[in-house]
């Protein structure tokens, strides 16, 4: 079948193929660094690689250095593979390496990246993976290599080294909009392409002499005749999409090749043939568009559609044993997040490296804990009633920043069941029948939260870190921070302050952490009614399928034609009470909804309880649950509506009561950590 390569790219590029010797991906300018030998000491830095810098006028890819990167250099007898490091703070086109030559030594080769092991001259290994991940430009980064046998003495003192690009580089153009096959919500994943047949390799393991750098790249035993580009942002397909992927020079005109890209909904082959040879230091456009789709008779296949799995910063379990949940998605995903909402990343998808169980309540509660290769935290329970956070980190060994959390809930041998409460004005609102993090429907013991954030604390006296039993009045962890979210969600095992006297954990106000904001009239008015102003969002603490009860969820509790409060029995709407009030789920219920007295965490010092001996603050003989709604328009900045309990001293029917008091709809600092009682999405 003939294959119709009619459509070129940008100056002389056509499909896998460069007909220009000026289109090179090299260093701007001269391409020439500076290396300053020098006998002091060295501490290097690592984890750093070139990236991918601008598109020049003319057709060139500049290739910067990146802070602290490394090269390794020989010299003549004595100095072999000396380590320099680049003295340049931010990427550059030209930067100055320093490093020790021995015995004064004039250096006579380079190679980029430093490798430790490397101490044959003659056999510099290579390894370009068979798969990539392309994030952004920088991502080529990863894979560049380079080397230099041109060294030149400078007159201002130290050498000049010209590097050259020992790898070759693909770059692919997705512009997919006219392909009436493809959903313009599709998500491109992966590219690949392979010979159909055996060819010059294009990935694996390889080596170079650094005395004979036009030899090129020589291949080891372990080589393959293809490449897969995976794209780790997901883009969608209805915008232009530019990746780019490191390959092995070799000779390719006249092969055929087999090009497969897939979304997530359906994966499309087609065949081309390769127009030239691959070299060193030279890019290759790979356009992919309908008219070369069309041109080479492109097939579609659907992707089979498994039910996306639901994300949460919750999960429930009823049994003891192995659990599993997906690690790369933050909250729930891309819904979670609202956009010009001022959050912490428009990106919910992360890489961990590790995880690491940060907390429980109950001793011996998760016993085990392991990030595994398909992204996922896999962690094993010795029961199934308790509560632990656990984190996942940017490096191994549970090292770097904490990238995100996830709360892991006990709730017993059933899951919690749905109760449907009504309100002042006779909305109704289907509610979970316990607090969130309850041991039981009944229990006192839950989770806490500051307003706003996605991190429970517990509400017990103790808890548990590595197996150690922590007071939590005397020893639970304070951050004081800037005040920004990004340094909570890296310090969820804190409770987070800002400043001195501030309401809010936040330096700034973020109405729309829980998605919801405030509502003009009171909650008797046909305002009062279900719903949000905005989607549950990825710092909502709730399980799948729940989120955070907007404010007037609980006026049907009260009787009073106050607006805010009542503070005696004959003024709340209760079947009884016991360690808690059993509400009344509408005026026929004669059994309750039990909201117990889970206590709270709050606004002094970041100590539980505010003042140590107020005992108003403690485990069951006080309330709060944060509802999501902001109180910005009534307060200001920094609060938020809750419900307040206060415990049920009797006999005080006639008399007001400061304790025996039900607020709803009232306010609090948003630093405080109250309950949570979510409600059905």
């Not at 294959?3 to 090299?26: I, P, Q, W």
């Not at 079947?575 to 789920?585: L, P």
Request: aromatic share 12%; charged share 20%.
């Amino acid at each position: 079948m003939e294959k119709k390569l009619t459509f070129c790219c940008v100056g002389a590029l056509c499909l896998l193929a460069s007909c220009s010797d000026d289109v090179k991906f090299t260093p701007q300018q001269s391409g020439d660094m500076l290396i300053t030998g020098s006998t002091g000491t060295f501490s290097p830095l690592s984890g750093t690689r070139t990236q991918v810098g601008d598109m020049a006028d003319d057709g060139l890819l500049l290739i910067e250095w990146s802070a602290g990167d490394r090269i390794g250099v020989f010299g003549g007898s004595l100095t072999t593979n000396a380590l320099f490091t680049g003295n340049n703070t931010e990427p550059a086109a030209q930067a100055s390496f320093s490093g020790t030559l021995v015995g004064g030594e004039i250096p006579a080769y380079a190679y980029y990246p430093y490798s430790e092991g490397t101490t044959d001259m003659h056999s510099v290994p290579v390894s370009i993976p068979e798969t990539q991940t392309y994030a952004d430009e920088s991502s080529v980064a990863q894979y560049d290599v380079k080397a230099s046998s041109e060294m030149f003495a400078d007159p201002q003192g130290g050498y000049r080294a010209r590097f050259r690009q020992m790898a070759a580089l693909v770059r692919f153009t997705f512009d997919l909009t006219g392909v009436s096959y493809l959903d313009p919500d599709e998500r491109l994943e992966e590219v690949t392409i392979h010979q159909t047949r055996t060819g010059v390799p294009m990935a694996g393991e390889f080596s170079y002499d650094l005395a004979n750098l036009d030899a090129g790249l020589v291949a080891g035993n372990a080589t393959t005749d293809g490449i897969t580009l995976v794209m780790e942002n997901r883009p969608t397909v209805d915008n232009v999409i530019t990746a780019y992927a490191v390959v092995a020079p070799g000779a390719q005109q006249g092969n055929e090749w087999c090009c497969v890209f897939s979304t997530d909904k359906h994966s499309v082959t087609f065949y081309t043939e390769a127009l030239c040879d691959f070299e060193a230091g030279m890019y290759y456009t790979v356009p992919v568009n309908v008219t070369v789709l069309e041109n080479n008779e492109a097939t579609y296949e659907e992707i089979p559609q498994v039910p996306e799995e639901e994300t949460a910063n919750c999960y429930m379990i009823t049994t003891a044993g192995e659990h599993s949940f997906l690690a790369t998605v933050i909250g729930n995903g891309e819904k979670g997040i609202i956009p010009g909402a001022g959050f912490h990343t428009d990106n919910p998808y992360i890489d961990p490296q590790s995880a690491k169980l940060l907390w429980e309540d109950t001793p011996g509660f998760v016993t085990s804990v392991e990030l595994r290769d398909d992204g996922r935290v896999y962690y094993t329970t010795d029961g199934n009633v308790g509560n632990a956070v656990i984190a996942v980190y940017s490096q191994p060994g549970q090292q770097g920043e904490i990238l995100w959390s996830w709360h892991i809930w006990g709730v017993g041998d059933e899951l919690p069941q749905d109760e449907v409460i009504t309100n002042r004005v006779g909305s109704k609102f289907t509610m979970m029948d316990r607090t969130l993090g309850a041991h039981s429907k009944t229990s006192v013991t839950a989770t806490l939260y500051q307003w706003g954030r996605k991190d429970p604390f517990p509400n017990a006296s103790t808890y548990y870190v590595d197996d150690e039993e922590i007071e939590i009045l005397s020893e639970f962890p304070v951050y004081e921070s800037n005040g920004t979210i990004l340094e909570s969600v890296q310090h969820p095992d804190c409770f987070i302050l800002y400043g001195t006297g501030n309401e809010d954990w936040l330096s700034s106000n973020h109405d729309l952490l829980w998605g919801n904001e405030y509502k003009t009239g009171g909650f008797g008015t046909e305002t009062a009614v279900q719903g949000w102003s905005n989607v549950k969002t990825i710092y909502d603490p709730s399980p799948v399928g729940y989120r955070v009860s907007g404010q007037f969820a609980w006026t049907g509790f009260v009787k009073t034609t106050m607006n805010l409060y009542a503070n005696n029995l004959d003024r709340i709407n209760q079947v009884k009470y016991d360690n808690g009030y059993y509400f009344k789920k509408d005026e026929n219920d004669t059994e309750g909804t039990f909201y117990p007295m889970v206590g709270s965490r709050g606004f002094y010092g970041g100590v539980r309880g505010g003042i140590v001996d107020n005992d108003r603050y403690l485990v069951g003989y006080n309330a709060v649950y944060w509802s999501s709604t902001p109180a910005r328009e009534v307060s200001g900045i920094g609060r938020a509506y809750m419900m307040e309990i206060g415990a049920y001293t009797a006999p005080s029917l006639n008399e007001d009561n400061p304790d025996e008091k039900v607020w709803v709809n009232y306010v609090a600092g948003r630093d405080g950590a109250f309950g949570i009682r979510c409600e059905r999405e």
